[in-house]
């Protein structure tokens, strides 16, 4: 997610790969006989695989940045760095730069920190064939130059490739950082790139706006998975890339649905708007849909992503169109009104009833990947988004056309459908302030240099409630 944001480039899965993914593709050529009967080994097999995969997601590209996860020593990361030492024998030295992060712990109590893990992992990576060109050293301070002395001395690199990466408070400080100790310059003698002076005037200003917001906003994040916050790591991006771009502080509030559904709304009553995530699971529903009923009542600008869409109908559903009972099979598989549900489990391709049974493979229903589709005139959705969406998929249930004309009848209304089955992409709420519901992931597809325009216009309609509620409160 982090290098889409940074380098404005999109990935897809050619750029991710996994040790499941690898292993998965050596055993399938093993049964087709690829191999000829021969024993399948690590070496050369998984690595063979593991620079095949690389390769490919290089692609044309002049210069590919390969992130090797893991911990040097552990027997799951060995593959892949046999894998890059390979690499750097078949391409040369003067075209591989290997870069290798460390941790500089400080010892508070003492008042030092301490080199010596950084030594250890780079004895590891040197004992494996791989002597690092740079090291990125995490710590919570810039290094003192003694230490840095002294890691280079005993890592075998030099005083200028060791770099401090200290704990910042954005993310999108880290360029300026690393730039200012000229890693970049490092990488490009390495690579013997000649390259023009780095221009990073459009991140000062962003870390600036990051910085200095003029206004604020409170944002109610209801979810299940709050207790951690990375599960949404891409949504709370999101959030403050549009609060760069509309000169506000976003404020968000994770609020645990379980605790809505037990204990009631009042926790969004000082809220400038509530956004609803994916998921997964029956867990926390009646509490989502709690919230989504506070903001359609009381005009609070509301967003529902994926499951947040879904719930927001079913919602709409049994409190507005009279479904009693109306819910999603995820849930339900006896509702009397399956008002989402698998495709599979209303029509197929041929207009036929299919059931799914509990044994079927989750990925076997699941809609991924970016598609696009048109948007409606005259809605708030051709606003933000104009003629046409493409955005990326992850999920399994659709809302079920079948109820669509039940629900626009009482004013729900249905603006961007799939070109061919005709599945509803986004739902709105004419004359609501802002209730809008999008089946899709618009958070895979923000950056922090342009925003995203769903998530721009939510924190643009927060501020405008914002402001209308504090009109409200010295009138009364």
């Not at 690829?34 to 998984?46: A, S």
């Not at 290798?100 to 109590?109: G, N, Q």
Request: proline share 5%; charged share 25%; hydrophobic share 35%.
């Amino acid at each position: 997610g982090h290098y889409e944001r940074f380098v404005r480039s999109r990935m897809s899965r050619r750029n991710n790969y996994t040790t499941g993914r690898i292993y998965l593709n050596v055993i399938q050529k093993e049964r087709r006989g690829d191999y000829l009967g021969g024993t399948v080994q690590v070496i050369p097999h998984i690595t063979d695989e593991i620079q095949a995969f690389i390769k490919r997601g290089a692609g044309d590209a002049d210069v590919a940045i390969v992130e090797v996860g893991g911990t040097v020593g552990d027997i799951e990361s060995l593959p892949f760095l046999e894998a890059i030492r390979q690499m750097g024998l078949e391409m040369g030295r003067d075209n591989v730069c290997y870069i290798h992060l460390t941790l500089v712990p400080y010892i508070a109590s003492a008042g030092e920190i301490k080199t010596k893990p950084t030594q250890h992992s780079v004895k590891e990576l040197r004992e494996i064939g791989i002597q690092p060109d740079a090291l990125l050293c995490r710590t919570i301070r810039p290094l003192p130059e003694d230490e840095r002395r002294k890691i280079a001395l005993f890592c075998n690199v030099q005083k200028e490739a060791v770099i401090s990466a200290w704990d910042v408070d954005s993310i999108y400080k880290i360029p300026m950082m690393l730039h200012e100790q000229m890693l970049d310059e490092i990488v490009c003698h390495k690579l013997k790139i000649l390259a023009r002076a780095a221009d990073l005037s459009s991140w000062r200003s962003l870390v600036h706006a990051l910085e200095n917001p003029k206004h604020e906003v409170d944002i109610a994040f209801v979810g299940k998975y709050v207790d951690l916050q990375d599960s949404y790591k891409s949504l709370n991006e999101a959030l403050r890339h549009a609060g760069i771009h509309t000169g506000s502080k976003v404020n968000i509030h994770y609020l645990d649905s379980e605790e809505i559904e037990k204990s009631g709304t009042a926790p969004l009553e000082k809220m400038d708007a509530i956004l609803v995530p994916g998921g997964f699971g029956k867990r926390g529903t009646e509490g989502k849909m709690r919230a989504i009923r506070y903001a359609r009542e009381n005009a609070v600008p509301y967003l529902g992503i994926c499951l947040g869409m879904q719930l927001a109908t079913i919602e709409f559903a049994r409190n507005v169109c009279g479904l009693a009972g109306a819910n999603s099979t995820e849930f339900d598989r006896d509702t009397p009104h399956p008002v989402v549900a698998l495709i599979t489990e209303w029509l197929d391709r041929t207009g036929r009833i299919e059931q799914r049974s509990e044994s079927s493979e989750l990925g076997g229903t699941m809609r991924l990947g970016a598609q696009k589709c048109p948007v409606e005139p005259d809605t708030l959705a051709y606003v933000i988004y104009g003629k046409e969406v493409n955005e990326r998929h992850r999920h399994r249930y659709e809302v079920n056309n079948v109820y669509l004309p039940q629900l626009e009848a009482k004013g729900y209304k249905v603006s961007a459908r799939t070109p061919a089955e005709k599945l509803p992409e986004i739902m709105e709420l004419p004359g609501h302030p802002f209730f809008v519901g999008v089946q899709f992931h618009p958070e895979f597809t923000s950056t922090p240099r342009d925003g995203h325009p769903l998530f721009k216009a939510f924190v643009a309609a927060a501020l405008k409630h914002r402001a209308g509620s504090k009109l409200r409160a010295v009138a009364a």
